[in-house]
T-cell receptor, first 115, second 107 residues
Framework: EPEVTQTPSHQVTQMGQEVILRCVPI?????FYWYRQILGQKVEFLVS????????KSEIFDDQFSVERPDGSNFTLKIRSTKLEDSAMYFC?????????????FGSGTRLTVV | KNEVEQSPQNLTAQEGEFITINCSYS?????LHWLQQHPGGGIVSLFM???GKKKHGRLIATINIQEKHSSLHITASHPRDSAVYIC?????????FGQGTRLTINP
């Protein structure tokens, strides 16, 4: 069964450093998402991406964050100048389309630890 | 803004028991998702439904749109069912998640 692949599985970074989290969505999927889960809290929406542009973003997704699809396969989340509170599990998800017949496929997540 | 509440937050049961996890939401939605999160953190999609009932193996999901309520049932529960079960509602092309129900099935 096709998978969404995320790398790395775990990243430790110093506060203030930039990190790039990588995702390879399923090849025929058109809609891409980043979600995050701070330890012990609910999963939260960050951003959705379609047709090479952001379609929606949450209040969390401020200027510190950016997404891109640099080569038509990878989908990346960049966090500039990381803060301690950015420590969380980050999930990438993709789907073929929107609407009632299209479920989400999630990656296994990247655990980001900012020290 | 949609609020999603699950109950119970924690559930411990013996192998073989029938399990029910509930989810309520506050605003009309296009679809509701049930997800499973294992200790390693990965999320697996179990069901997406907008009306009625769906069944997959020992798992059954139901939704009542008028009451804004959904249930996930597990029949003949097994220790391998131990995980966090999360309800998420879909609106405006994004998911809003509940806090999850931690299920532990003892042998």
């Amino acid at each position: 069964e096709p998978e969404v692949t995320q790398t790395p599985s775990h990243q430790v970074t110093q506060m203030g450093q930039e990190v790039i989290l990588r995702c390879v969505p399923i090849s025929n999927h058109l809609y891409f998402y980043w979600y995050r889960q701070i330890l012990g809290q609910k999963v939260e929406f960050l951003v959705s991406f379609y047709n090479n542009e952001i379609s929606e973003k949450s209040e969390i997704f401020d200027d510190q964050f950016s997404v891109e699809r640099p080569d038509g396969s990878n989908f990346t989340l960049k966090i500039r100048s990381t803060k301690l509170e950015d420590s969380a599990m980050y999930f990438c998800a993709s789907r073929v389309g929107t609407g009632l017949f299209y479920g989400y496929t999630f990656g296994s997540g990247t655990r980001l630890t900012v020290v | 803004k949609n609020e999603v509440e699950q109950s119970p937050q924690n559930l411990t049961a013996q192998e073989g028991e029938f399990i029910t996890i509930n989810c309520s939401y506050s605003v009309g939605i296009s679809a509701l998702h049930w997800l499973q999160q294992h200790p390693g953190g990965g999320i697996v999609s179990l069901f997406m439904l907008s009306s009625g009932k769906k069944k997959h193996g020992r798992l059954i999901a139901t939704i009542n749109i008028q009451e804004k309520h959904s249930s996930l049932h597990i029949t003949a529960s097994h220790p391998r069912d131990s995980a966090v079960y999360i309800c998420a509602v879909e609106g405006a092309q994004k998911l809003v998640f509940g806090q999850g129900t931690r299920l532990t099935i003892n042998p």
